[in-house]
């Protein structure tokens, strides 16, 4: 692949439909770069626009977890995947937004033994049983989570994201997604 984005090459932010390009173009405004996975994504626009929706939805929430909590999840997540480009996506914005520049590293490389707090620790938990072994999720999980303190939404909202980007992780692995080099040096 040498130094290809995608193995189904990429769609630049002018090339996509105006709504597309207008929120494509908001996040590279306020990051300084298009992050490679709506350029891999863009060859498909109703598909990028769904993942946006979707993605939205759980990320921007105003209630529930914080915004650093769900990037936890994600964090998690995706290194239970095996997800590089999530892993470094989305580490980035978790050392920013927990002001932390190492939980991103140790929570991807190993979630089991990281220090957390009750709440840190029964999130990524939760995030995990549904990452690895889903078909043997069920209420155990869901009652130590709630014994930690996390609400119904909270539960909620760390099983759905740890769904989405389950999806999200699979379809960088499809199309050999590449992270863009600003995202390793982010938060730092």
């Excluded at 140790?106 to 990281?114: D, E, I, K, T």
């Excluded at 069920?138 to 009652?143: D, I, R, T």
Aim: with cysteine; aromatic share 6%; net charge negative.
């Amino acid at each position: 692949m040498g130094d290809q984005v995608s193995r189904f090459g990429t769609v630049e932010p002018e090339e996509l439909p105006a709504d597309l390009r207008g929120r494509i173009e908001a996040i590279a405004e306020k990051s300084g770069f298009v992050p490679n996975i709506f350029r891999a994504l863009g060859h498909r626009p109703a598909e990028l626009r769904a993942f946006l929706d979707y993605h939205d939805a759980l990320m921007e929430r105003p209630d529930g977890l914080s915004k650093a909590e769900r990037e936890l999840v994600v964090v998690a997540t995706s290194g239970a995947n095996h997800c590089t480009y999530c892993v470094v996506a989305h580490g980035a914005i978790l050392r920013i937004r927990a002001k932390d520049p190492e939980l991103a590293d140790r929570v991807s490389s190993n979630p089991w033994q990281v220090d957390l707090d009750r709440r840190g620790r029964a999130i990524v938990d939760l995030a995990l049983a549904l990452a690895r072994d889903s078909a043997r999720f069920g209420e155990e999980q869901v009652a130590a989570a709630r014994a930690a303190g996390l609400t119904e939404d909270e539960i909620w909202d760390v099983g759905a994201i740890a769904a989405l980007f389950a999806m999200s992780n699979r379809l960088a692995h499809l199309t050999a997604l590449r992270p863009n080099p600003e995202f390793y040096g982010m938060g730092r």
